[in-house]
T-cell receptor, first 116, second 109 residues
């Protein structure tokens, strides 16, 4: 099973709402990632969890709050977002280390977020 | 900041033709990967080439790497309409992967 599952697929929220994005994988990967992708742009790294600990935060505003409850799950809590935060949010997972052939990230299909 | 830059930014070809995309990067790498993204979907890993390799093949894909020029190319041979997607190069380490700007490939039937 090489699947990364993201829910919901689409989300519309107002600037005062609180919502969460969810990501799940069962490949035994101990690294999980959140990316933000605007239209016609490459994915931009937001957060990295390694062994369930936050290891990289790419200076993301605090209105985005990641959480890794266990090795299979990754959440992104959203609060007081701005319209410019509208984007495709991608989750990915990978091995933390190992043979080079395993340095591959597996991506979910993403959550299309619209902030009104 | 983006590690790699692809060119062209957009490429439109007829089915059956070959498509070549290029990627340049700025820092030393251990290996380089290419990913594909269908419109509005997640990325899918295509191929990984190590820094000590010059060329690698996988099906209709051929990747080259020139570490002296800090550049890589992806060739898709005998393209199909289903190859229509965006293609990104990516540099490691895996925990801090950086994607290039991407090439949007359109293959017309």
């Amino acid at each position: 099973d090489t699947e990364v599952t993201q829910t919901p697929k689409h989300l519309v929220m107002g600037m005062t709402n609180k919502k969460s994005l969810k990501c799940e994988q069962h490949m035994g990967h101990r690294a999980m990632y959140w990316y933000k992708q605007k239209a016609k742009k490459p994915p931009e790294l937001m957060f990295v969890y390694s062994y369930e600990k936050l290891s990289i935060n790419e200076s993301v505003p605090s209105r985005f709050s990641p959480e890794c409850p266990n090795s299979s799950l990754l959440n992104l809590h959203l609060h007081a977002l701005q319209p410019e935060d509208s984007a495709l949010y991608l989750c990915a997972s990978s091995q933390v280390r190992g043979a080079l052939a395993k340095n591959i990230q597996y991506f979910g299909a993403g959550t299309r977020l619209s902030v009104l | 900041s983006q590690q790699g830059e692809e060119d062209p930014q957009a490429l439109s070809i007829q089915e059956g033709e070959n498509a070549t995309m290029n990627c340049s990067y700025k820092t030393s790498i251990n290996n380089l990967q290419w990913y594909r993204q269908n419109s509005g979907r997640g990325l899918v890993h295509l191929i990984l080439i190590r820094s000590n390799e010059r060329e690698k093949h996988s099906g209709r894909l051929r990747v080259t790497l020139d570490t002296s020029k800090k550049s890589s190319s992806l060739l898709i041979t005998a393209s199909r309409a289903a190859d229509t997607a965006s293609y990104f190069c990516a540099t490691l380490p895996v925990l801090r992967m950086r994607f290039g700007a991407g090439t949007r490939l359109t293959v017309k039937p």
